[in-house]
């Protein structure tokens, strides 16, 4: 499989990245008028107020991104952003009449594209600049599509352009931290509903990335080797919580999950990243991934809204040993007719109260079609 990227600036100065395989080139580019869109960088748009606050109650940075206010809610299919241009008078985010897959710097980010400044030393009314990036990844041109029931093979070149993204945004001197995942469903507040993802590239590590990095170098400390495969295999020799598994992946709801139908997918080798994946590991996670989305759009009948994320190896300059490659997956329904609100308990204290049993909840999704 031969991976190609095209590289264009847009107007405004945002940079669009159309991923290509098998050789061939990307599609031509139109703008209204049908004349080729320029590829030198505009004046950057006028930032709203963009900026990181310190908490200092909870240690840790929260992120004020004005400008998001303004972004696209919910437009009607004729009318979506991240469709490919079919009407040169009414160009969209993607200035081609089609693509496989396309990256592209967000409209609406959360970071902004300044000098690389590291946030200061943490004190009470702390505020930094907040340099970083902010992507959206495109699966297909195909607006009504999901990314489980897209091909494998369109699956297999996905992880491969997550893959490139991270190995160029780690690279970047002002990014800690490269979070790959997607919000599917408008339950999760999802406001374009066009199959996509997106990256954030911190210029900090997330607090969720912290703590968990803290918590498997106390084990190691204490009882020696890495967290991961230790809960990896656990959850292997038991089997009771498992749902599918292949000889590079295994997906199981954990024992200590916090919501139903909570699924990790987790490599079975202890590899940091994307960039330590082989080719054939690679395959068996496109392969898992595939398989774990079908079950949940099979288990009742609807696209399961959900988050998918992504912990991998920071880019700090720092060694992480324990860290451990892995994809989580967080569905919002605790029954077929009934959403799980995280609310006072949850959003107030901090502690997760689980309505349902995980092993039964892993049952269900281990003989929710496609069976394995």
Known sequence: MFLRRHRITKPDGRYLIYYSFEGRLPPPLVVAGGQPAPATAGPDPEPGRMELRWHPLLEEWVIVATERQERTFLPPAEYCPLCPTRDPSAPTEVPAS?????????????????????????????????????????????????????????????????????????????????????????????????PHGQIYAFPYLPPRV????????????????????????????????????????????????????????????????????????????AGL????????????????????????????????PDCHFHVEFGPLYRSRDKLKYLAGCETGAGSFINDTLPEQKAEELRWAEPRT
């Open 210 to 285: 912290e703590r968990e990095l803290a918590a498997a170098a106390r084990f190691r400390a204490e009882a020696g080797g890495c967290l991961h495969c230790a809960v990896l295999e656990r959850e292997r020799s038991e089997r009771t919580r498992l749902v599918a598994e292949n000889e590079a992946f295994t997906a199981f709801v954990p024992y200590f999950a916090r919501l139903p139908y909570e699924v990790h997918l987790v490599s079975r080798r202890h590899r940091s990243s994307l960039l330590e994946l082989s080719p054939r590991e690679r395959d068996g996670l």
């Open 98 to 194: 089609d693509y496989e897959l396309v990256v592209f710097e967000n409209r609406f980010p959360s970071f902004r594209r300044d000098a690389p400044e590291p946030p200061p030393t943490a004190a009470p009314y702390a505020a930094a600049a907040g340099s970083g990036v902010c992507e959206v990844v495109l699966y297909s041109p195909e607006h009504d599509s999901t990314l489980g029931a897209m091909p494998l093979a369109v699956v297999r070149r996905l992880v491969d352009v997550w893959r490139d993204r991270y190995r160029e945004l780690a690279a970047r001197p002002e990014v800690a931290y490269v979070f790959i995942f997607e919000n599917r469903g408008r339950e999760i507040g999802v406001t374009l509903t066009h």
């Open 289 to 320: 991934l595939k398989t774990v989305l079908l079950k949940y759009d099979h288990l009742w009948g609807f696209p399961m809204p959900f988050t998918m994320v992504m912990h991998q190896q920071p880019t700090d300059g720092r060694e992480h």
